[in-house]
T-cell receptor, first 113, second 112 residues
Framework: EPEVTQTPSHQVTQMGQEVILRCVPI?????FYWYRQILGQKVEFLVS????????KSEIFDDQFSVERPDGSNFTLKIRSTKLEDSAMYFC???????????FGQGTRLTVV | EDKVVQSPLSLVVHEGDTVTLNCSYE??????LLWYKQEKKAPTFLFML????IEKKSGRLSSILDKKELFSILNITATQTGDSAIYLC????????????FGTGTRLLVSP
């Protein structure tokens, strides 16, 4: 069964460092998303991406964040200068068109120290 | 602001029991409500509901939506230990490409 793949599963980084979280969405999907879940809190929407551009973003998704689809398969989330409060589980998701359920990856646990 | 409230926050039942999980919502321009099961990491999709009164069913799980009263329930019959998980409710507003607003989830523990 096709699935969304995320790497790495766990990343530890020093405050102020840049991190790139990687995702391979399901191959025929066209819509891509990043969500995050701070430990013990709700899953929160960060950004949606379609046709090589951001279609919607939340207030969490400030200038420190960026997304890219560098080739036909990968979808990345970059955090330029990490802060302690960026520590969370980051989920990538994809859907085949914007009106059906999103399928989530296993997540990357980011720990900023 | 769009809001999703789930209850109870946690629940402990015995194998074989039937459980009902609740989700109420406030969202501008409602499009759909989704239920996910979160075990260790990734939320896995269970149901998407768009119309009132139509029950969706998958094995021992079923769900229904009431768009007038703005809530949904998820029922699990004959619970098994493998049903232990966090059940997430999310709503999608008709404003963009599936920006989901999640509730805090209901943590279900099924004891043998």
């Amino acid at each position: 069964e096709p699935e969304v793949t995320q790497t790495p599963s766990h990343q530890v980084t020093q405050m102020g460092q840049e991190v790139i979280l990687r995702c391979v969405p399901i191959s025929n999907h066209l819509y891509f998303y990043w969500y995050r879940q701070i430990l013990g809190q709700k899953v929160e929407f960060l950004v949606s991406f379609y046709n090589n551009e951001i279609s919607e973003k939340s207030e969490i998704f400030d200038d420190q964040f960026s997304v890219e689809r560098p080739d036909g398969s990968n979808f990345t989330l970059k955090i330029r200068s990490t802060k302690l409060e960026d520590s969370a589980m980051y989920f990538c998701a994809s859907s085949d068109w914007g009106r059906t359920e999103a399928f989530f990856g296993q997540g990357t646990r980011l720990t900023v120290v | 602001e769009d809001k999703v409230v789930q209850s109870p926050l946690s629940l402990v039942v015995h194998e074989g029991d039937t459980v009902t999980l609740n989700c109420s919502y406030e969202v501008t321009n409602f499009r759909s409500l989704l239920w996910y099961k979160q075990e260790k990491k990734a939320p896995t999709f269970l149901f998407m509901l768009t119309s009132s009164g139509i029950e969706k069913k998958s094995g021992r799980l079923s769900s229904i939506l009431d768009k007038k009263e703005l809530f949904s329930i998820l029922n699990i019959t004959a619970t098994q230990t493998g049903d232990s998980a966090i059940y997430l409710c999310a709503v999608e507003a008709d404003t963009g490409f599936q920006k989901l607003v999640f509730g805090t989830g209901t943590r279900l523990l099924v004891s043998p």
